[in-house]
Antibody
Framework: EVQLLESGGGLVQPGGSLRLSCAAS????????MSWVRQASGRGLEWVSS????????YYADSVKGRFTISRDTSKNTLYLQMNSLRAEDTAVYYC??????????????WGQGTTVTVPS | DIQMTQSPSSVSASVGDRVTITCRAS??????LAWYQQKPGKAPKLLIY???SLQSGVPSRFSGSGSGTDFTLTISSLQPEDFATYFC?????????FGGGTKVEIK
């Protein structure tokens, strides 16, 4: 079974940038859709972005559109989230998630342990 | 955007109790709904997809039902390891949205 390991989180000043990485091991996620989901401390889950496993289409929450970019390097079995123009409201634990299929309809069946992004206000 | 409303926001129950959590979508989503369990400090875990399909490895005491706008997650006999927060998620269309969560606490 695939396992996901995120890295790249940290403390960044407002307006700064970070790139999160998600390395998959145990199997390839080449044919699966992949997503990023975040959770602010003590809050619920917020979908951030998805990348289709069928045609590579990308999707973004309005709150991050134009600032974040999701991408994948299949040769490295790694998913990325480039985050620019960071704001205090982006502060959260970011989870890398594998969807059950190439599409997003069938649930997120593998989650990473999360990486924390902190943007002070 | 499709809004997902869960109720109750918290429930106190005892081991062995039957627990039902409700999730309502602001518009019809057919059966495009998933349920997750999250324990403190841990990542969520997929329990149910397509409203009623049990994810591999999930105990059969968990079940899901519903279609359209109204859905339920039922735990038939609550076990100590089931005390956690549960989230629903609509997978019908972007933006994917989650319910606010239901915390199942020990009575």
């Amino acid at each position: 079974e695939v396992q996901l390991l995120e890295s790249g989180g940290g403390l960044v000043q407002p307006g700064g940038s970070l790139r999160l990485s998600c390395a998959a091991s145990g199997s390839t996620f080449r044919s699966h859709a992949m997503s990023w989901v975040r959770q602010a401390s003590g809050r619920g889950l917020e979908w951030v972005s998805s990348l289709s496993g069928s045609d590579g289409s990308t999707y973004y929450a309005d709150s991050v559109k134009g600032r974040f970019t999701i991408s994948r390097d299949t040769s490295k079995n790694t998913l990325y989230l480039q985050m620019n123009s960071l704001r205090a409201e982006d502060t959260a634990v970011y989870y890398c998630v594998k969807e059950r299929t190439p599409y997003y309809y069938y649930g997120m069946d593998v989650w990473g342990q999360g990486t924390t992004v902190t943007v002070p206000s | 955007d499709i809004q997902m409303t869960q109720s109750p926001s918290s429930v106190s129950a005892s081991v062995g109790d039957r627990v039902t959590i409700t999730c309502r979508a602001s518009q019809g989503i057919s059966s495009w709904l998933a349920w997750y369990q999250q324990k403190p400090g841990k990542a969520p875990k997929l329990l149910i997809y397509l409203a009623s399909s049990l994810q591999s490895g999930v105990p059969s005491r968990f079940s899901g039902s519903g279609s359209g706008t109204d859905f339920t997650l039922t735990i038939s006999s609550l076990q100590p390891e089931d005390f956690a927060t549960y989230f629903c998620q609509q997978t019908s269309s972007f933006p994917l949205t989650f319910g606010g969560g239901t915390k199942v606490e020990i009575k």
